[in-house]
DNA sequence: TCTGAAATGGAATGTCTGCCTCATTTTTTA
DNA sequence: TAAAAAATGAGGCAGACATTCCATTTCAGA
């Protein structure tokens, strides 16, 4: 028996994640006090962390002594250690959002390497997400899904710093097999490209200031044919707008002169695999 | 001087943010050893949180009792009040960025309607964006910077899921008026394009698994004739870390099958903007 | 039901804690 | 420069702390 101490169970869980399986693992086997120990740590870290053991032991209802043998029992030498890893948990917490952001663009802003310029693409993603999350509009969200799910074909039409999410849009249309036409300016045909749609069909537009001529003059010739239009774009001055069945309405933090893309490509996405989610749950029905 | 304690200062900070706001506010009124302390406190946040009065007294070179006068001028009763306002940062900070993460893929998981779709690609951009923050390797943002910043032509190549993320860094370099070349697929003509590369060129390449065998035969011929090649892909088993001189392995989330392109988009634009910053910087040196 | 072992409660213990006090040094004021 | 005031250092003290010990209770196996 003197032998085990020192034998067995000489690997202490050292960080929270470890000490949190080892727990849960060896829920069944503790007695009933420790587990009641146990089940408390799991559900209050942080009183852990801070408080005393004859504190947390009276939240927990049980005896110190009890915490401190909860706390043999898993391989440390007191309660003391084991607090130190309850501890370190909150240590490593990534700092709040809010202060990580501002550490980013402190850095950026310092301008201190090359480091310092990834920070600020990072902190413009990430302020750029953080806003869409917010003010996404859900009503907006389910008609434009609804008015996309319809369509026959669905057009992606945007040019230049929207492009990379046209792309990505018409990639996931491809992968979800629906029918879907990006409209490229590779040989000079976007005319005839456009002419093609019918009100049948629908379009994802994308333009940001400032809009691309292109972009603009295409989506008011297919609107002018009827076919219903879903916008992204960046205020409602946006010309955009105004053709638009369906508009949202994306501001992305910029960096550096160029534009995240992140709020957009998210919005985009949830767009794409919302109209495929539509189409299934609405051909399930007609086969009923 | 009897009536100053109670009747000033009653307004005793109670959360970080104000007890932060007041410290610097105060800074140049306050003593040596007591802005010394000061100082601490503010660098030191978690140390202030977790340590003993004298430990912490002990990391910041003074005396324990100066420790508790810092914390009565700042209008608190003693050292530990104010190390509860130190705790208190540390128990809600937790609760911001990570809850709120799981709070938006919990949404997701929970599947109820379009909104939860979004969500989800959300957390998952949120998620990568987190991830490269934390794992980026600085020394190699630097080599490749240094690398591609001595190409004559940047050619970029990339397929199908990461397609978008090349066409932004085309964008991004033809803005930035540094030469390049998008290796598409247009007219099947990439074996010639990718033949006129030389040594004195440098690549981009980006791929993830599962790896567009086009992208990898490219890379390979194009690595044979000694064009150097930075390389985004997501591990060091991936094909594509073979051939590069340097190369990131950037760790994407997904959701609905569609991964996140957010950190490699914050990372391409790094790059990107990193070579413009650094030819300006060699060229202006030339001149001089 | 009995018996030995494991688990538990509760008090005792010695260490360490925060905080106060007072002597000394430094700074400010006249 | 002298006196007064503020700041600082260091030792001491009461209380709280984690931990240990031991008596008691609960449980398991025959």
Do not use: C
């Not at 870290?45 to 005393?52: L, V």
């Not at 972009?215 to 609107?223: C, G, P, W």
């Amino acid at each position: 028996m003197s032998l085990d101490g020192p034998t067995m169970d000489e690997r202490v869980p050292r960080d929270f994640e470890t000490l949190r399986a080892t727990i849960l693992d060896r829920r069944e086997t503790l007695p009933k006090r420790i587990a009641q120990i146990a089940a408390y740590a799991l559900d209050n870290p942080d009183d852990i962390a801070f408080g005393t053991a004859a504190s947390i032991a009276a939240s927990a209802g049980v005896q110190p002594s009890t915490l401190i043998r909860f706390a043999q029992q898993l391989g440390f030498d007191g309660f003391t250690s084991l607090q130190q890893v309850f501890r370190e948990r909150l240590r490593e917490r990534n700092s709040s959002y809010d202060e990580r952001l501002q550490a980013l663009r402190a850095k950026a802003d310092a301008g201190a390497g090359h480091r310092a310029i990834f920070d600020g693409f990072v902190a413009a993603a990430s302020t750029s997400l953080n806003d869409i999350s917010r003010t996404l509009d859900e009503a907006h969200l389910e008609d434009a899904i609804s008015l996309l799910a319809k369509a026959e074909t669905i057009y992606v039409l945007a040019k230049r710093r929207s492009y990379p999410v046209a792309s990505y849009i018409a990639y996931a249309l491809g992968k979800l097999k629906i029918r879907n036409q990006l409209i490229e300016s590779a040989a000079g045909l976007n005319a005839e490209m456009v002419a093609f749609a019918t009100p049948a069909d629908a379009v994802i537009a994308i333009s940001f200031s400032p809009y691309a001529p292109a972009t603009i003059e295409e989506a008011r010739t297919i609107s002018e044919q009827g076919v219903p239009i879903v916008a992204i774009t960046d205020s409602s001055f946006s010309p955009l707008a105004q053709f638009a069945s369906v508009w949202f309405e994306v501001a992305e933090a910029d960096f550096a002169g160029f534009r995240s893309l992140s709020a957009t490509m998210a919005l985009a996405m949830a767009l794409t695999v919302g109209v495929g989610e539509k189409r299934r749950s609405t051909s399930r029905k007609r086969k009923a």
